[in-house]
C-alpha cells in the first residue's frame, strides 16, 4: 500500500517543519519503506552548513522514526496512538546526505511487546547506505494513564 503525504498526515502528529517523510510503501507485515527528497528549499540548510549544506545526521534518524511510526500507526491496534522515541542503538552515519538527494528509508520491525517496540532502520542515496540506527519507541494512547505492573 503507498502512502502520500496526505494520507501520512493523517496518521503521523506531525507538521512542517517536522513531518519529514514524503511517500510510505507498506510493504508487509513488519517492513515498510519511505522516501525523503531532500531539497535545497529545506529549512535546516539555511545554517547547517552554510557553502556546503549536508543534513543533519539527527533529522535523519528522525525521518527513519516517522517512516517507522507511519507503519506502527496504520495497525488498527495502534490507530489514535503518540510515538515517542524510547532509544537509540548502533546510530551510524556513513556518508553526507546533500540537496538533490533522495533517501530511501527501510524500516524492519525487530521485536514487540505490547506498545513498546524495536525498529531496524536504513537510509540509502542511490543504494548506499548513509545511515543506519536501532530505534527503540513506545506508543502512547493520550488521555490514558497506563497502570505500572
Not at 514524503?22 to 528549499?41: A, Q, S
Request: with cysteine.
Amino acid at each position: 500500500m503507498e502512502l502520500n503525504v496526505q494520507k501520512i498526515q493523517d496518521i503521523l502528529p506531525h507538521r512542517f517543519p517536522f513531518l519529514l517523510v514524503d511517500r510510505v510503501y507498506l510493504t508487509g507485515e513488519g517492513t515498510v519503506t519511505g522516501i525523503k527528497n531532500v531539497t535545497i528549499n529545506e529549512w535546516f540548510f539555511q545554517g547547517h552548513y552554510p557553502g556546503r549544506p549536508i543534513m543533519p545526521g539527527v533529522l535523519i534518524i528522525e525521518t527513519m522514526a516517522q517512516v517507522g511510526a507511519t507503519m506502527m500507526m496504520n495497525w488498527e491496534k495502534f490507530r489514535g496512538c503518540t510515538p515517542y522515541f524510547a532509544s537509540l542503538d548502533k546510530v551510524r552515519f556513513r556518508k553526507p546526505v546533500e540537496p538533490g538527494d533522495q533517501l530511501v528509508i527501510e524500516i524492519t520491525l525487530l521485536k514487540m511487546k505490547g506498545p513498546i517496540g524495536k525498529l531496524q532502520g536504513v537510509a540509502k542515496v542511490r543504494e548506499v547506505v548513509v545511515a543506519e540506527a536501532e530505534i527503540g519507541f513506545s506508543l502512547v494512547r493520550e488521555g490514558v494513564k497506563e497502570e505500572k505492573p
